[in-house]
Every structure is written in C-alpha cells, then in structure tokens.
C-alpha cells in the first residue's frame, strides 16, 4: 500500500455506500484485508461491515444468527 493510500470511512446502505470521508480502501471486518472500494461487494447494512468475500459475510452472518 502507498503512502497515497487512505481508509475510507463508509455509511453502508441497501443499495450501496455512501462515502463518509474519502479514501482508496476499507477492511474487511473479519479478516482484516484491505478491499479497493471498486472490489467492495459485500457489507452488512446493520452491522456496518464490509467483507472480502461472500464466503467471509455468510460465515459471519450466520454465526450471529
């Protein structure tokens, strides 16, 4: 990662994110890998997390019910 690379801060929505403070990237509440926000497909809306993968999200979610 670069010194030009940010975390961004996101509001998670239904349909999508909206962009809280600007920045390249999230982590992924469970692994901790940082995703491109042009990669980032999964988050959960209640939680406020994005995910790797779809694989990591059903895992979490189901682990809390």
């Known amino acids: 990662m670069s010194s030009s690379e940010r975390l961004a801060v996101l509001r998670y929505e239904p349909n999508g ?15 901790g890998e ?10 959960c809306v209640e939680r406020q997390e994005a995910y790797a993968s779809c694989a990591i999200a059903t895992k979490r979610l189901a682990e809390n019910g």
């Open 17 to 31: 994110f909206r962009v809280i403070a600007p920045g390249t990237h999230v982590k992924c509440a469970v692994s």
């Open 34 to 43: 940082s995703l491109q926000l042009e990669a980032l497909r999964y988050w």
